[in-house]
């Protein structure tokens, strides 16, 4: 199954609101996890199932999606959140994760 | 708390075996899924697979051939071994814990290594 994450970068301002695509090459049910990862820290799931948010991960993060087509937005970026974002899927072996979205502030 | 830490030569030759371990320290191994995963430069993250504490393993197809993983309870270890390496297995790699194989717990990558640079290169 092959993961497609867009955009690859995106520049953007503190209180943007962002969206992050991830496409299957197959249907998936909701077995697409996002994850935050930041230099010098290990990668943190922030999304489960799709939409279900992580316990402490702020509610300016959601989820949506299924089958094929999924979303990671931020409705209104903090100074904390500038960092590279990564789908997974997990319906199939072998696992396969998106590209990688590297958000930068603006 | 539970941490890993990768090992190993950070300069491999072409066509030799990249061998790698993962220590873990401040946990159990049992009901876990002790997963290695890559980076090549500039692109997105491979999983290569997984081992568990009763030696089940399951590798990504694409690296079947070449792989092995092996587990050193009593070293509290796990390790990797890809063998006849070119320069597109050159990557950081790390190992990581996925908390179980089945509802919220999987692609729950809890803990994860530092991460360790390998370069294929003569």
């Known amino acids: 199954i092959q993961m497609t994450q867009s955009p690859s970068s995106l520049s953007a301002s503190v209180g943007d609101r962002v969206t992050i695509t991830c496409r299957a090459s197959q249907g998936i049910r909701d077995d697409l996890v996002w994850y935050q990862s930041k230099p010098g820290k290990a990668p943190k799931r922030l999304i489960y199932d799709a939409s279900s948010l992580e316990s402490g991960v702020p509610s300016r993060f959601s989820g949506s999606g299924s089958v094929t087509e999924f979303t990671l937005t931020i409705s209104s970026l903090q100074p904390e959140d500038f960092a590279t974002y990564f789908c997974l899927q997990h319906n199939g072996y072998p696992y396969t994760f998106g590209q990688g979205t590297k958000l930068e502030i603006k | 708390q539970v941490q890993l830490q990768e090992s190993g030569p950070g300069l491999v030759k072409p066509s030799e075996t990249l061998s790698l371990t993962c220590t873990v320290s401040?946990?159990?191994?049992?009901?876990?899924?002790w997963t290695w995963i890559r980076q090549p430069p500039g692109k997105g993250l491979e999983w290569i697979g997984y081992?568990?504490?009763?030696?089940?393993?399951n590798y990504n197809p694409s690296l079947q051939s070449r792989v092995t993983f092996s587990f050193t309870t009593s070293k509290n270890q796990f390790s990797l071994e890809l063998s006849s390496v070119t320069a597109a297995d050159t990557g950081v790699y790390y190992c990581?814990?996925?908390?179980?194989?089945?509802?919220?717990?999987?692609?729950?990558?809890?803990?994860w290594g530092p991460g360790m640079m390998v370069t294929v290169s003569s």
């Open positions: 990581a814990r996925e908390r179980g194989y089945s509802g919220y717990e999987a692609g729950l990558f809890d803990f």
């Open positions: 401040g946990g159990s191994f049992s009901r876990h899924y």
């Open positions: 081992i568990t504490d009763g030696d089940r393993t």
